[in-house]
């Protein structure tokens, strides 16, 4: 059984306590780079950037050592936020310099993001399209930005993809399953539940923000005690920490295509031999009897073959046994 708090068995209170101590240091460290770099209590969003089509130069050394120092302390954010204002803002330094106008200033900014997010998301496509839509240039504009940013994006990508020579695909292992047309039913009621989780989550945003700007504390002593509040949440979940690259890998080892492989769902059982067939099956060698997809819970085989026992219980953190991963031998998912 794998360790408490490790990547094997994230599980409620999964964490170690000592990660509030690193999370409260974190956001100190926040609180100062935020005094040294005057950085505002505010400052503009992605999607702001991308419609205003302009990032302020001086905004950028703050919003980057800060997202820096929050991604190191555990923060659950990832980095598309300060690689946008890396990229945008040296697009609009660079139409400074050159005292361009503001139609050439704006796609500059659109490259700038363009040219952050080509390795990113290893995809020019995505990445210029995405850029499109939320800032929506228009007329002759909409023409230079699109020649600008798939010339950045691809650029950004060949560099990333000669320094790593792989993109995500195939990243993570994920289970294979049989598309059914009531599938597509099934996600109305779990888009309406998202938007309540979301709306929640905006709620829940908006009254932290106003309690603690209603705190009379230093900014310093804030940004520890929102950091602490975080280490806590990070100890009762751990798969909420950091960007949620690995923590979907470790996801995926516990309720991935290994762990699930002879695994039905909670209301379907589990194939696993009784003391009887285990006796059987080391007398018979390598070559052991398991409970075949005909030898179903209440099926005729079933129930006149002792050799075959159904467990209802759901795996734990540990992996199941190699005879069971074999994707051409469970059908059980």
């Avoid at 040219?115 to 230079?144: C, D, H, N």
């Amino acid at each position: 059984m794998p360790s408490r708090g490790s990547s094997q068995c994230p599980g409620w209170f999964g964490g170690h306590w000592w990660w509030i101590a690193v999370t409260a240091a974190a956001g100190a460290v926040v609180g100062l780079l935020r005094r040294f770099t005057r950085l505002p209590w505010e400052t503009p969003g992605l999607f702001d950037d991308l419609k205003t089509e302009h990032v302020d130069p001086g905004l950028v050394p703050g919003v980057v050592a800060v997202s820096a120092v929050s991604l190191i302390g555990g923060a659950s954010l990832g980095p598309e936020k300060a690689l946008g204002t890396v990229g945008g803002g040296a697009g609009s330094w660079l139409s400074g310099r050159r005292a361009l106008g503001k139609e050439d200033a704006q796609v500059n900014t659109l490259a700038g993001f363009a040219g952050a997010y080509g390795g990113l998301f290893s995809s020019t496509v995505i990445v210029v399209m995405l850029i499109l839509e939320a800032a929506r240039p228009g007329g002759q504009r909409l023409t230079k930005a699109l020649a600008a940013e798939i010339v950045a994006s691809s650029v950004s990508f060949g560099i990333y993809f000669a320094i790593a020579g792989a993109v995500f695909l195939d990243d993570y292992k994920v289970q294979q399953y049989t598309f059914k047309d009531w599938q597509l039913l099934a996600g109305v009621p779990l888009g309406l539940f998202a938007t309540v989780v979301v709306t929640l989550l905006a709620g829940l945003t908006m009254g932290a923000s106003r309690l603690f700007g209603r705190l009379k504390a230093p900014v310093i002593a804030k940004s520890a005690l929102g950091g602490a509040i975080f280490g806590i949440a990070g100890v009762a979940l751990p798969l909420t920490m950091f960007s949620g690259s690995d923590q979907l890998n470790s996801a995926l080892k516990v309720w991935g295509p290994s762990a699930w492989a002879c695994s039905p769902p909670r209301s379907s059982p589990r194939c696993s031999p009784s003391p009887s067939a285990r006796a059987a099956d080391s007398s018979a060698g390598p070559s052991s009897r398991r409970c075949s997809s005909a030898e179903r819970p209440g099926s005729s085989s079933t129930r006149s073959s002792p050799a075959c026992r159904w467990d209802w219980r759901l795996p734990a953190c540990s992996p199941p046994s190699p005879g069971l991963s074999h994707p051409r031998r469970s059908r059980w998912y």
